[in-house]
RNA sequence: CGGGGCGUGGCUCAGUUUGGCUAGAGCGCUUGCUUUGGGAGCAAGAGGCCACAGGUUCAAGUCCUGUCGCCCCGACCA
C-alpha cells in the first residue's frame, strides 16, 4: 500500500479526550476514531491489526477442533425471556420494537441463541461432542464506558460454545480451549495471568478469566511473583502463594478472556436434549469461551509500547514492514523503495510505502509511532554505497548492508 | 445513575475571573522560494453559527437558565 493513497491520520499531539496509553497511541497513530462514547471506526491500520488477531484466534480454533459460524446480531426479547436472562442482565442489553412490534435486542452475547440452533439438529449422543464458534460484534448498554476499545458499547468478540455428553467431555473441550487461549494471547505478544472467577450472570461452576497486566487494566488481580505460574486470584486483598509461601502482588489487569463450564443451565433451559446410548432423553452439557477480540488490540498496545509508539508484535503488525524513501523527489532513492516494494509484495509480505513528499524526520516519527515491526530506510547513503539499511522497531536496532543481505533478514525475522 | 472536570478552525490550547473594537497563537493544510537522516526556515493564503437553545445587556466566547456531548472516579463486563 502507498502511504499517500491511504487513510492514517496520525497525530502529533496526545487529543485531549484521551487518557490511557493505549487510547492515546490508537488515535494518534491512526487506528480508530470515536462516532461516539464507546462506539468506534476502525480505520484501515486498525482494521488490518483486528484481522490479523481474528486470522491468529481462527486458526487456533480451527486447530482444537471448533468450526466457525455467524450468528445473528438482531434477537428476539422471547427468546431471552426463556432463559430468564432477559431480567438479568435487562440493562445492559440495547433494545428496541420493530415495526411489527416485536421486541428485539442486539445480541449482547449468544448463549440462547446458540443453544435453540444446536436444539434444532443435536438429536443424538452420536452427533457429540460439538465445538462451534464465531467471531461477532456484540451490543451492550455499558454504564460507563471508557478507555477506548477497551470498554466499548459495541465490540468484536471471539465466543465458541461446546457441547458434550458428559462432565469428562466437557473437562476435554475446555481444557483444550484453556490451551488455545494461552497460544493465542501468547501469539499476539500478550503476557497473560489466569485467574478462577465468578461465573457472574452466565451461570456454571467453573470458570476462568485470562488478565493482561496493564496500568490502565480496569481490575486488580492479586499474583505470585515467584511461581510466575498464574496463580492470581481477583477480588482479595492480601494473601501469600499457596507454593512457596512468597507475598502475592498486586497488578492492575485488562481482562481479554473468560471461559465457563456452563453445565446445563442453557440446555435445560431450553430443552436442548440429545437421547443417549440407552435410549434417554438428556440435556447436552456446555461450555462457553470468550475472547475480547477488539479489547486485545487495546490490551496489545498497553503491553507494547514505548516514548516513540506503538511496538506491534509481528504476528498482529498491520504490515510486515515499512518502506521510508526519505527524498521522494530524488529518482534514485524512489526507483531503489519501488523496486524493494514490488519485490517484497511479490514474495508475499504486506508493505507500506511511504511515498509521502515529507522531510525525513516526519518520517521517523510517524513510522515509529504506528509501530511496524520493520522498517527499511532508503537515502542518499543507500544509493551512494548500494545498501539499504533495516530498522526492528522492538529495541530500534538498525543493520545497514546491501539488499541481498537485508532481503535475508527481513526473511529471518518474518519466519523466525 | 451519583461525584469531579471539560466543550473556542483538523490537533493542542490562550482569551471567560472583572462583558467592550474586524476572536488569537502553535502545529497541521494550500502556494512560492530556500532547505533535506529524527516532527525545517521565510513569505503569502484558506479554514470558526466560540457545543446547542433561550435569556440579561447599548454590547455576550465571557453573565444567567436549560439542553446536549466528551473525559475521569464508583457499580457492570470480554
Redesign the pocket.
Known sequence: MLWSKDLI????????????IS?QLML?SGLVR?L????YSYLPLGLRVLNNIQGIIRREMNACGASELLLPALQPLELWARSGRDKD?AD?MIRFTDRRGRDICLGP?HEEVITELVKNHIVSYKQLPLVLYQIQT?F?D????????????E???K?AYSFDTDESGLDNNYKAMFAAYKRIFDRCGLNILTTE??S???GGKVSH??MAPAE?G??QVLYCPECKAARALKGADKGECADCKTGLKKVNT?????I?KLGTKYSSALGANYIDDKGEQKPVIMGCY??????MVSAIIAQNNDK??IIWPKEVSPYHLVILP??T?DGNIMSRATELYKELRAGGLEVLLDDRD????????????LGISL?V??????VKNDTL?L?VRRG?N?I?KPKTEILEEIRKFING
Not at 461516539?36 to 462506539?39: E, I, K, L
Not at 485488562?254 to 473468560?258: A, D, K, S, T, Y
Request: charged share 35%; with cysteine.
Open positions: 491520520p496520525t497525530l502529533r499531539q496526545v487529543p485531549q479526550d484521551a487518557e490511557s487510547h494518534r470515536m461516539m462514547a464507546g462506539v442482565i445492559v452475547t456484540k451492550r455499558e454504564i460507563r464506558p471508557r478507555f477506548g476499545l477497551i470498554r466499548a458499547c465490540f468484536i468478540m465466543d472467577a465468578d457472574g450472570v452466565m478469566e485470562f490502565e480496569e481490575d485488562i481482562e481479554l478472556g473468560h465457563f470468550g475472547i475480547g477480540v477488539s479489547r516513540d509508539g526519505l527524498d523527489t515529507e522531510r525525513a524526520g516526519v518520517k521517523f516519527k510517524d513510522a515509529d509511532l522498517q530506510v532508503i537515502g542518499r547513503e543507500s539499511e530498522k530500534q538498525k545497514v
